[in-house]
Nanobody, 129 residues
């Protein structure tokens, strides 16, 4: 059974930082796979945050709203992806979900929800003003 376990969420003041982790068990990502982070704010639809390819290029993709503030990274040996979030804003408040794309040939990491095959349960991030 594939499981994605997110951790690292919490309450932080605006301007602060948090680091989210997502560890995959029951499945080992291939070089063609990717991991991504999405979020759902209260009353809004789920939106893309960042993603990273699992192969040697480790190419990344970010939503415009988080560029320059968030950094996605990975540890292949641990089957884990991270999301370092700096300069947090109240509008970053949301439930953050990690997801796994089993694989695709070529191109950058995906950003559409439909591209991802497995999802975590989410971790709450709350940024106070």
């Amino acid at each position: 059974q594939v499981r994605l376990a997110e951790s690292g969420g919490g309450l932080v003041q605006a301007g602060g930082s948090l680091r989210l982790s997502c560890t995959v068990s029951g499945y080992t990502l291939s070089d063609y796979g990717s991991m991504g982070w999405f979020r759902r704010a209260p009353g809004k639809e789920r939106e893309f945050v960042a993603s990273i390819r699992w192969g040697i290029t480790a190419s990344v993709r970010y939503a415009d709203s988080v560029k320059g503030r968030f950094t996605i990274s990975r540890d292949n040996a641990r089957n884990t992806a991270y999301l370092q979030m700096n300069s947090l804003k109240p509008e970053d408040t949301a439930i953050y979900y990690c997801a796994v794309d089993r694989g695709r040939v070529g191109g950058g990491p995906p950003s559409r929800s439909d591209d991802f095959d497995f999802w975590g349960q989410g971790t709450q991030v709350t940024v106070s003003s």
